[in-house]
């Protein structure tokens, strides 16, 4: 069993490395081809560990070699594939494999087809540290490794300036965050003195309720900047700028899940601090709220799918927050399915009508684009939860769950984004696929995806439709690890008022935004209507107006205490004395050449001048040798020797 | 009492002959100053029973260097006053002075300390010359050969140094051959 | 003050010394930059007959003995150098000598 859990983790490696060799060559098939079936080859040895795992044999942990050992500090590159991990390298590989074979496609034309399928596997690799790794060293590690790998792909057209900004503002933010989770992982170490998920958990009980508080909090600031939630939100809808595999994979399946498997893997910390929890559950509602709002009224069609992902990422917070860790896994599991297929058929659309992102000029697409008409239509059903496709037995779940724990207010909230959900998730579906095609207005002729690319999105279909008939084996088996509370209403008559009333409520919102935008009279909205004057229009297509109290209040006075640093400190002082010593040499050498005038007399001055130095220092040694006693008596005195 | 009365007589004169030298500013006075000191120090080593130190002072320094700086000077022409640029004279003296003092201070240290023994003690009866020459001959033998191999090359190095037609070997060209080539020479300048 | 010990000479011998210095430092014109250079050296023969004769040991005379020797082939040899110098220069001022400037 060990052979295959390094398979898993080490194939995508070698696949970055294999397609590293060939960066500065042009593009060469062969490379995507062997890093797809590189990965596909972790995903089969996941899948192996699944059934392994399902057919109730032990986790298999091993220890591959100490990385440090110094002290009492004792840190191992080790791996464990039990019930958890084994979910999230499932979900990874093999959304990183139909990734793959996606972009061998959509990078057809590319420049740089080498270099982004080193980039996109070595982003796997990391991914694969982060969630097969057993202790909260190894998750930094992986953590800093996506962090990268999501810099290097979202600046992925570096000569872009948009695009490595967004770069950058992701790094930074995921920096910044990264900070609370070091701190968090320091008083782990200062207070259980391991950092092995085992160890460290065990020994949480004994501690006082306040230091696990401050871990708790501190974890949750790593897993806030790494699933964006408020207020370190605004890199994600940013990092559009990458290429759409890009968000694929890493915006919607794995990176910012990430956060996610933090507080899963974290759940007997959690547990303790309830109040925590709620504070998690509480930020999670708000912010699926938020980003819902925003998608509302957007015109670029990635960054509607990016709001939606933020928000899908509020409710699987909301679900390990309020203790119901399993139903956040599984959400997460099939979140990732449907929008990695909403992203990828998203490319298709982009890569159709020639990298246009607004969908107000699109539409009609349905005839020349079937295939990825029936995808997404598909996706989006799912996304708003209806009855039976995946969406609804996660996202039900949770909203179950809110009602169950009495926590009223956060299911309302719930409640009315699963509407906002379904009806901006139809917007998009309906501008880009049904009404008037308004693309021939600017002389764009579409034309399907290539098949294989197709093909490749199909197994992403069939489980977004099929992914909630696995929710017992999946419950089976998670909750050998995670706690098993099931979430029952007691009364059937609630249960059934509860479960219909909201596919009534999300039937209703799509059938509204079919009403409102697949209709022929909707047109490009030119700045003049009377509702993109309205203040609350306003408000949300310039996202509340965050990025722009970032920008104002926070990034221009760093800039400004910047370049103080740099030029009155480091300029003026410190290159000043490195200069100053520099020069203090310089110049006596300069001032003692006037030694060497060549005259004689000068010279036979300087020799006398040296004579009486040295005749000085004879006379002061001779002395102190003569008197030494009476020397050593003072200076005991005096405390010196 | 004698002695104190002569050493009182000649350190004063000795004093004064070199502080002539070293302050005036006719090269002559200088001269005749040096010349009358060494005779000066003589007396000294007379005084100390250093009988034969003494007339070599006499024949060696006032003789024969004393001569030799005569006939310098003759080739110099510096009869004529010596116009000197001097430097600030308070360094100078505060520095003779400063030496002066540090390296009394360290002679005398050690002479609080008397246990210092005679290496070459003085034997009784004989006269100074005597003795001299007993330790300069068995135990002095190779300085002394040494130094006579030493004046015997500053002799030839005086001779090559200051004689005219010095550059060509007299032994291996005869004078002839030196005459035409002196004449070739004085062609080549001439065309 | 009467009995003259071996700390008169060794004063005498210092002050002349100092003297001697003066000359060194002062003189400009080669030739008489030696005439101070042979009153350092006499000095110093002073001190080492004044200590071979306080106490008795007659290593201060030889000592002086070939000094003597070694100030007269000095001589020979500077003043040779220095026939050659204002052969080929034409004054022996120290000031102009400054060759070896830098």
Not at chain 1, 219 to 230: H, R, T
Not at chain 1, 360 to 384: D, E, H, N, Q, R
Not at chain 2, 161 to 189: F, H, N, P, R
């Amino acid at each position: 069993m060990e052979k295959y859990l390094y398979i898993a983790l080490f194939a995508p490696l070698v696949s970055s490395l294999f397609a590293a060799l060939f960066t500065a060559t042009p593009k060469k098939t062969f490379v995507g081809i062997t890093a797809s079936l590189l990965i596909f080859s972790a995903f089969v040895s996941s899948f192996i560990l699944l059934t392994h795992i399902l057919d109730g044999g032990a986790p298999v942990h091993v220890e591959m070699m100490t990385w440090m050992a110094t002290g009492n500090l004792y840190i191992p590159f080790g791996f464990i594939v039990d019930q958890v991990s084994v979910t999230m390298m499932m979900v990874v590989t093999l959304v990183s494999t139909i990734v793959h074979i996606y972009s061998i496609g959509y990078m057809d034309h590319d420049k740089g087809f080498n270099r982004f399928f080193s980039y996109l596997s070595a982003f796997v690799f990391s991914m694969m540290i982060l969630v097969m790794s057993d202790n909260f060293a190894g998750l930094f590690i992986g953590w800093e490794g996506v962090g990268l790998c999501s810099w290097l792909l979202i600046g992925f057209w570096f000569h872009k300036d948009i695009a490595t900004w967004a770069a950058n503002e992701a790094f930074i933010m995921n920096r910044i965050a990264d900070l609370g989770m070091l701190i968090g992982i320091f008083l782990i170490y200062w207070n259980t003195g391991t950092l092995q998920y085992e160890q460290a958990f065990a020994a949480m009980p004994a501690l006082d309720g306040e230091t696990l508080t401050w871990i708790g909090i501190f974890l949750f600031i790593g897993a806030m900047g790494k699933s964006a939630q408020f207020p370190l939100h605004t890199w994600l809808a940013d990092a559009m700028e990458g290429p759409t595999p890009v968000s694929a994979l890493i915006h919607a399946a794995t990176m910012v899940t990430a956060g996610v498997y933090l507080v899963v893997r974290s759940n007997e910390l959690y547990d303790l601090i309830p109040h925590v929890g709620l504070f998690i559950a509480s930020l999670g509602a708000f912010v699926a709220l938020f980003a819902a709002s925003m998608a509302l009224v957007n015109r670029d069609m990635k960054r509607i799918i990016a709001y939606s992902t933020l928000s899908q990422l509020g409710y699987m917070f909301v679900a390990a927050g309020l203790g119901a860790y399993w139903v956040a896994l599984f959400h997460l599991m099939a979140h990732a399915f449907f929008k990695a297929l909403l992203f990828l058929g998203a490319g298709n659309v982009m890569h159709a009508m020639h990298d246009e992102l607004d969908p107000f000029k699109m539409g009609g697409l349905k005839k020349p684009m079937k295939w990825t008409f029936i995808m997404m239509t598909l996706a989006s059903v799912a996304l708003a939860g209806i009855y039976p496709l995946a969406g609804f037995f996660s996202k039900d779940l949770i909203l179950e769950v809110s009602m169950i724990e009495h926590h009223y207010i956060i299911y309302s909230v719930l409640l009315f984004t699963a509407g906002l959900t379904a009806f901006y998730s139809f917007r998009l579906v309906a501008l880009i696929f049904h009404g008037e095609e308004r693309h021939k207005l600017f002389g764009i002729d579409p034309h399907e995806a290539y098949k294989f690319m197709l093909i490749g999105m199909s197994p992403l279909l069939i489980l977004a439709i099929i992914a909630g008939s696995f929710k017992m084996t999946y419950f089976e088996m998670v909750t050998q690890l995670l706690p098993a509370t099931e979430y029952h209403i007691h009364s059937a008559v609630t249960y059934w008022i509860m479960t219909i009333g909201t596919q009534i409520f999300v039937l209703m919102a799509i059938a509204f935004a079919y009403k409102k935008y697949a209709n022929a009279k909707v047109t490009v909205p030119d700045g003049t209507s009377k509702m993109e004057n309205s203040f609350a229009y306003k408000v949300l297509i310039n996202q509340y107006y965050i990025p722009y109290a970032y920008e104002e209040y926070i990034v221009k006075p760093y800039r400004e205490l910047s370049t103080i640093f740099w030029k009155q400190v480091d300029m003026k002082i410190v290159d000043a004395t490195v200069d100053g010593i520099a020069g203090v040499l310089y110049s006596t050498g300069e001032n003692t050449r006037d030694m060497q005038s060549g005259n004689l007399s000068t010279m036979l001055k300087w020799m006398v001048a040296g004579t009486v130095a040295m005749l000085s220092l004879a006379v002061v040694f001779g002395l102190a040798a003569r008197h030494s006693d009476e020397i050593r008596t003072i200076l005991s005195g005096l405390g010196v020797m | 009492m004698f002695e104190a009365i002569a050493f009182y007589l000649f350190a004063f004169l000795t004093t004064l002959m070199f502080f002539i030298t070293v302050t005036t500013s006719q090269a002559l006075y200088a001269l005749t100053a040096l010349a009358a000191g060494m005779i000066f120090i003589s007396a000294f080593f007379f005084i100390l029973g250093a009988d034969f130190l003494g007339a070599i002072q006499i024949v060696v320094y006032s003789g024969a260097v004393m001569a030799l700086y005569a006939f310098g000077m003759m080739f110099f022409d510096t009869t004529r006053e010596v116009k000197e640029k001097h430097g600030n004279k308070y360094i100078v003296a505060g520095m003779s002075i400063i030496a002066a003092v540090l390296v009394v201070v360290i002679f005398a240290a050690p002479m609080l300390s008397d246990n210092i023994t005679a290496f070459y003690p003085m034997t009784e009866g004989v006269g100074n010359t005597q003795d001299v020459g007993m330790v300069l001959f068995t135990k002095y033998l190779v300085p002394f050969e040494v130094a006579a191999i030493m004046l015997l090359v500053a002799m030839i190095s005086g001779i090559v140094l200051a004689g005219k037609k010095m550059d060509l070997s007299l032994t291996l060209y005869s004078t002839a051959e030196i005459k035409d080539m002196k004449k070739d020479q004085d062609k080549k300048v001439l065309s | 003050m009467m009995e003259i010990g071996l700390n008169h000479y060794l004063i005498l011998s210092t002050i002349l010394f100092a003297i001697g210095l003066i000359g060194v430092m002062r003189r400009k014109n080669l030739l008489l930059l030696f005439f101070a250079t042979e009153i350092l050296l006499n000095s110093v023969n002073i001190a080492f007959a004044a200590i071979s004769h306080y106490y008795g040991d007659l290593t201060g005379q030889m000592f002086a003995f070939f000094v003597i020797a070694i100030a007269a082939s000095e001589v020979a040899v500077g003043l040779g150098l220095l026939i050659v110098w204002h052969k080929r220069h034409g004054n022996i001022d120290l000031d102009s000598l400054a060759t070896m400037k830098g």
